[in-house]
């Protein structure tokens, strides 16, 4: 029987994504009230199939991953009588320097509702590219939209660097232990901003024994959120005799809590939401742990709670750790450029 629920915090939506998401909810309700059509987003807002799905069935929100797709998704629409509006908006893992330029071309006004914390890197990559620099990125996967994004502002300037201890290693990423780079005396270090800590940590180490001379940005690259969900996890972990991690399986935070939480646990699940937990994962487990990832909705997490209550009411919740309080300005629509 499940006597204790260990309820990890911070949880769920960290700043990024709370701007992100409401920067789709605002423009598509602009859209309808000022009677323009439906609103197309450029890859999903944020990494959760839920938000997605919610965005899409409410909102009347449209998901492409080429905005060359937006002509077909205006076709289709008009068959039906509706309109495809001529904003799109750039979710929150940034873009690269070619989708802006393509989204120029197509004469779209943006919406840009890329994690500041992922601009940041950005920027880092524009600055060391223009000084000459080679930059080893680390990230989890070459098929990442961040990943993507960052990589496309200096592509000639850029390899990508695997994750030392990744569980699943993208055989297009470069071994830390055996990446090469044109001159050892000017490279530099960037990172995915939602790796796991101590992994990243340790690649960078590794890097720094092969290359003396690479520099790292004066604050890293993994976001506050990314940490203070671990750290979170970290605590809870090795009280628990199970732990759910709330999170869709292409959230890369999500799944570096699902691995933190099952070194230090031994026993963790993925769980999209309720639906997806098993009975014969409660047998003979009286603490569980949960948490989510920074793009997972609360109410996900409290319906695992209400289910947990259900079996047995006099089940004690302990909510360990303390919110974020931070807040990132709403994005903005920028206008389509003269033609």
Known sequence: MIRTIYLARPRGFCAGVVMAIEAVENAAAANRAEGRGELPVYHAIVHNATVVQRLEDEHQVHFVEDLGDLERVRTELAEQGRE??????????????????????????????????????????RKYAREGYHILLIGDSASHQEVIGTSGEAPEQTTLVAVAGHRKQDPRLEDPRTVTVPDPSKVVVLTQTTLSVDDTMRTIEILRERFPDLITPPRDDLCYATKNRQDAVRQLAPRCDLFLVVTSDYSSNGMRLLELAEDLSGNARRVESVRDIRPEWLE???????????????????????????????????????????????AKRVPAPAA
């Open 84 to 125: 495809l509006d001529d904003t799109v908006v750039f979710s929150a893992h940034g873009v690269s320097p070619k989708v802006r330029e393509e989204a120029d071309r197509l004469g779209l006004a943006t919406i840009d509702a890329t994690c500041p914390l992922v601009t940041k890197v950005h920027n880092e990559a």
């Open 284 to 330: 003979g487990i009286s603490s569980v742990g949960l948490s989510s990832a920074a793009s997972t909705p609360d109410d996900l997490v409290q319906e695992i709670v209400a289910y947990f209550r259900d079996l047995n009411p006099d089940v004690e919740l302990i909510e360990e750790g303390e919110w974020e309080n931070i807040t990132f300005r709403p």
